[in-house]
DNA sequence: GTCTATATACAGATAGAC
DNA sequence: GTCTATCTGTATATAGAC
């Protein structure tokens, strides 16, 4: 049902290119530097931009917002989808990637944070979703609800650590072999 | 060392009322419309004095901000004293104080935190010595280092939703019994 | 599509009256 | 101590040229 016109070998991207440039730099402001400094001023400079010309895409600050979330759940459909593949199990899969990588996955869901706590409640209810799809996703793979509530809460966790680290000294995150440990304890604790 | 002059009774308070209500309402706004719309003109309103009388006693918005951090660490002496003293135990006392229940410690460290969020530095760094002071308080109940991290992540964890329930739906928090089976299942996975 | 220029509102902070 | 102006900078958004 799609008729992807690749015949034009240059621009060969479908969601016009300039609109991901500004998408970009609206995240990585959110992330650095927290959501009031993220304006469209600054977003459009850090994208390379005018002010109007970002206007032009996104015609007004709620839209650029939108334009987040919506890319949010573009990026959790793949990565629900990778973590039911996953070799490792879904909760190792799931707790290990709760750890900020500066992946795409990570970055967005930063940013998107940094607008919640700002108070947007579009933001909040999009978390919220994306939450309870990895609920779902884990619950087959969980001994009960609390074991459930125990791997989410350990992610979760984990999240709260990578918000705070903006700006500032890196969180107190477990890595290497101390993640692997973390992980054979929380799988040995909650498993199905 | 200290000339309290205790022969005075309606004016009990050293620290001067109108500065803690002061507090008050900038802690309330951070933690309902987040930073952006915690202002000096709306935290002003909200205390029910002007601009001026403001300014009066706290002289800019980083005094405001540096305020409200000392808060956080005195509240935080006492927790610690009450988790060391604590019938439950440490480590139960820890995961069930860390759901929000609007004790004036909680709404602390969530509005502290909607100030790291904003990339204030100083808010961050108060967030993080005050999470390595309680994990140096449980160390000691606590089987292994691995064992720590996941009481601490858990408690990061319920802080997290706590902290994006603001302004909408609350978020999924296990309660009553659902709250004491996780404590129990996170004291047999970490018991020392 | 992208730009400059501008309107309107509100932020943090100062000055000085009461 | 607490107030009412007021200054200065900056945010979102619009208008309209190129």
Redesign the interface.
């Known amino acids: 049902m799609f008729s992807d016109r690749a015949d034009t070998i240059e621009p060969m991207s479908r969601p016009p290119r300039a609109r991901e440039l500004v998408l970009d730099a609206f995240e990585a402001l959110l992330i650095?530097?927290?959501?009031?400094?993220a304006t469209m001023d600054a977003t459009a400079r850090a994208a390379g931009v005018s002010k109007g010309g970002l206007l032009y895409h996104f015609g007004s600050k709620d839209a650029l917002e939108a334009g987040l979330i919506q890319r949010l759940d573009a990026l959790v459909d793949t990565d629900i989808a990778e973590m039911a593949a996953s070799p490792d199990g879904a909760v190792a899969y799931f707790v290990r990637t709760s750890v900020m990588t500066d992946d795409p996955l990570d970055r967005t869901i930063i940013a998107v944070?940094?607008l919640?706590?700002?108070?947007h409640?579009a933001a909040?209810?999009a978390?919220?979703t994306v939450?309870?799809r990895w609920?779902d996703a884990l619950r087959p793979h969980t001994a009960d609800?609390?074991?459930l509530?125990?791997v989410?809460?350990?992610?979760?966790?984990?999240?709260?650590?990578n918000?705070?680290?903006?700006?500032?000294?890196a969180?107190?995150i477990?890595e290497g072999a101390?993640m692997d440990?973390?992980i054979a304890?929380?799988e040995?604790?909650t498993r199905a």
């Open positions: 650095d530097d927290g959501e009031r400094a944070s940094r919640a706590q700002g108070g409640a909040s209810a978390l919220r939450r309870e609920a609800d609390t074991a509530d125990l989410m809460l350990v992610s979760d966790g984990l999240y709260y650590n918000a705070l680290g903006a700006g500032g000294v969180g107190p477990p101390a440990t973390l304890l929380v040995r604790a």
